[in-house]
C-alpha cells in the first residue's frame, strides 16, 4: 500500500513524496518560542492555532501517517516586468492545484482501502508542514529557514495528506548549509537574525503580504521593486543555483497550471480599481494581497524606481480616502524629488 500510494501520488505530478508518522513535530518548542519573541508580527493565526500546529492528531483523530508531497514551482523563465514577483505566485494559486491533486490521491487510496479517512492540508491548514517533511526524507531546513532537497534545491510547495492508515515510514532528510551564510548576507532587511531565525515583521513576503497596515518606512527601499512576495533568501541559495559542469539543481515545473501568467505593469497597477483586480488576478495567489495591499506595494514599487513618469499615477492616491495609500503615495512623491533633486 505504501509504494502504491507512492506511485499514484507521482503518477498525479508530485516531484517529491514521502510518508512520515503523525507526532508532535521535532520542531515544536522552536516554533513556540518563534511566537513568544513575537517574529510572527501579526499573523496572530499563528498563535490562535498553535495547538493544532504542534498536535497534528487532533486535526484528524486516529491519524497514523502523513503522507507529504512537494511539488517543483519553479519557472523555466521569468517574465519580463518591471517589477518582481515571487516565483511560486507566478502561476495558479497552488492552493487550488495542490489541493485537487490531493483529493483525487485521497479518493484513489478510499477505492482501495475504503475504512481509510483523510485530510487534506496544503499551507492554510495549520499543520507545520516542514517538520513532517522532514520526517518524510523530502528536505532539510536551511539557514534561511526554507526546506531544502539536496538534489533539487527549495523552490517547490508542500502538501499533506494525513490518514488513518499505518503505512512504511521513511527516514528523515539529513543535510546541511556548512558555512555558508549567502542568505543571511543577502537579505535585504536583515530578516535573517542569525541562521534558522527568521523575524517575519521584516522579511520581504511578510510586508508585502500578510502586513496590512503601512509597512515601515525603514524598511521601504529595501524592498526595492518587490511587488509580492521575495525570492532573495533562494536565488543566492547554492543549491538552487547550478553548479561547475553540472545542470541546475532547481528544474522547470513540469505543471502545466504553474507556467508564468501573462502579468499587467506597473502603471495599469497602478490604475486598477478593485473588479478589475479581482478579474486580472482571479485564480492566482497575488488576490492573497487584496487590491489595497497590491496597490500599496506598487506605490512603494514606484517610488523606488523614482520614475517621474509614474508621478501623475502616484499624484492620485495622495487625496485617497485610504490612509495606507495616501502614506505610500507622500513617500514614493518624495522618493522621486530626491532624485530630482540629486540631479
Known amino acids: ?20 508518522p503523525v507526532q508532535s513535530p521535532p520542531h515544536a518548542d522552536s516554533f513556540l518560542l518563534w511566537l513568544a519573541q513575537g517574529y510572527a508580527g501579526t499573523m496572530e493565526y499563528m498563535e490562535r492555532t498553535a495547538h493544532l500546529r504542534i498536535n497534528p492528531v487532533e486535526l484528524l483523530p486516529e491519524a497514523r501517517s502523513a503522507v507529504v508531497v512537494g511539488l517543483n514551482y519553479a519557472p523555466a523563465d521569468l517574465p519580463e516586468t518591471d517589477y518582481r514577483i515571487a516565483r511560486y505566485a507566478l502561476g495558479d494559486d497552488y492552493h487550488t492545484v495542490i489541493r485537487e491533486k490531493l483529493e483525487t490521491l485521497l479518493g484513489a487510496i478510499q477505492a482501495v482501502e475504503p475504512a481509510a479517512q483523510g485530510r487534506v492540508c496544503v499551507d492554510s491548514a495549520p499543520v507545520l508542514e516542514r517538520d513532517l517533511a522532514m520526517l518524510a526524507g523530502l528536505g532539510w531546513y536551511g539557514k534561511n529557514t526554507c526546506l531544502i532537497n539536496t538534489p533539487r534545491g527549495s523552490y517547490f ?39 534558522y531565525q527568521l523575524d517575519a515583521r521584516k522579511c520581504i513576503s511578510y510586508l508585502t503580504i500578510e502586513l496590512r497596515d503601512a509597512i515601515p518606512q525603514e524598511y521601504r527601499e ?67 494581497t487584496k487590491w489595497r495591499g497590491l496597490v500599496r506595494n506598487a506605490l512603494i514599487v514606484a517610488g523606488n524606481k523614482r520614475d517621474p513618469a509614474l508621478r501623475p499615477l502616484i499624484e492620485q492616491y495622495r487625496r485617497h480616502e485610504d490612509p495606507v495609500l495616501r502614506d505610500a503615495a507622500e513617500w514614493a512623491i518624495r522618493q522621486i524629488e530626491s532624485c530630482d533633486t540629486d540631479v
Open 222 to 288: 529595501a524592498v526595492g521593486e518587490w511587488l509580492f512576495g521575495c525570492d532573495v533568501c533562494q536565488e543566492v541559495c547554492p543549491f538552487n543555483r547550478p553548479r561547475a559542469h553540472q545542470p541546475l539543481r532547481a528544474q522547470p515545473t513540469r505543471e502545466p497550471r504553474l507556467q508564468p501568467r501573462s502579468l499587467p505593469k506597473l502603471a495599469e497597477i497602478l490604475q486598477m480599481n478593485e473588479a478589475e483586480f479581482a478579474e486580472r488576478f482571479r485564480g492566482s495567489a497575488v488576490k492573497r
Open 157 to 195: 510547495f508542500l502538501g499533506v495528506l494525513l490518514l488513518t492508515l499505518e503505512l512504511e515510514y521513511d527516514s528523515p532528510a539529513h543535510g546541511g548549509c556548512g558555512t555558508c551564510r549567502l542568505c543571511l548576507d543577502a537579505c535585504p532587511t536583515g530578516a535573517l537574525v542569525e541562521p
Open 1 to 20: 500500500m505504501t509504494e502504491w500510494i507512492k506511485q499514484y501520488a507521482r503518477a498525479l505530478g508530485f516531484d517529491l513524496v514521502g510518508i512520515a
